[in-house]
């Protein structure tokens, strides 16, 4: 079964950083597009960030442009998202998700919650 | 920057047929994905490439889309239907995703 496990969540002060972990089993992460979708309280997923499959590339949302970077341990089949200098706006649960080759995300993981707060 | 949008609700008795529509420019040129979301759980993949079900997917679930227009309909809607729906696609390479649908099965 393909699963995908998010960490790291957690509350963090304004102008903080945070690094989430997407854990995951049953696929190799380094074969795939994989994909960070954030959701704040109440509102409709948003993209946040992909790397490629051999993570020659990669891409942010305007939002975080600058200020998270999206990374891959092949050995430890783990996706990361390194997130700085953090504002209320990024409170949301992070999910990370895989891209299909018919472009549609699945599976999903169940996400992290991250809270940006004084 | 390209927009889908949703109607905010859909309200549906059992057993009865809900659209749920999601609107962009063009947007039948462009591959539509829906996704199923409950309290507290994350996305399930619904419907991709406009129609196309999933394996495990309900055959109840159906997509078209359309002009402007991508429509999600749920034939002979149960209780366990009720959630929020997504729609999304892509943009010269960005992902975009409707503000989303509550459907209410009263």
């Known amino acids: 079964e393909v699963q995908l496990v998010e960490s790291g969540g957690g509350l963090v002060q304004p102008g903080g950083s945070l690094r989430l972990s997407c854990a995951a089993s049953?696929?190799?992460?380094?074969?795939?597009?994989m994909h960070w979708v954030r959701q704040a309280p109440g509102k409709g997923p948003v993209w946040v960030s992909h790397i490629n499959a051999d993570g020659s590339s990669t891409n942010y949302a305007d939002s975080v442009k600058g200020r998270f970077t999206i990374s891959r341990d092949n050995a430890k089949n783990t996706l990361y998202l390194q997130m700085s200098s953090l504002r209320a706006e990024d409170t949301a649960v992070y999910y990370c998700?895989?891209?299909?080759?018919?472009?549609?995300?699945?599976?999903w993981g169940r996400g992290t919650l991250v809270t940006v707060s004084s | 920057s390209y927009e889908l949008t949703q109607s905010p609700s859909v309200s549906v008795s059992p057993g009865q047929t809900a659209s749920i529509s999601c609107s962009g420019d063009?947007?039948?040129?462009?591959?539509i994905c829906w996704y199923q979301q409950k309290p507290g759980q994350s996305p399930l993949l619904l419907i991709f490439q406009d129609t196309k079900r999933p394996s495990g997917i309900p055959e109840r679930f159906s997509g078209s889309n359309s002009g402007n227009t991508a429509t999600l309909t749920i034939s002979g809607t149960q209780a366990m239907d009720e959630a929020d729906y997504y729609c999304?696609?892509?943009?010269?390479?960005?992902?975009?995703f409707g503000g989303g649908t509550k459907v209410t099965v009263l």
């Open positions: 063009k947007l039948g040129d462009k591959y």
């Open positions: 049953g696929l190799t992460l380094s074969s795939h597009w």
């Open positions: 999304q696609t892509w943009d010269s390479s960005t992902v975009v």
């Open positions: 998700t895989k891209r299909s080759p018919n472009w549609y995300f699945d599976p």
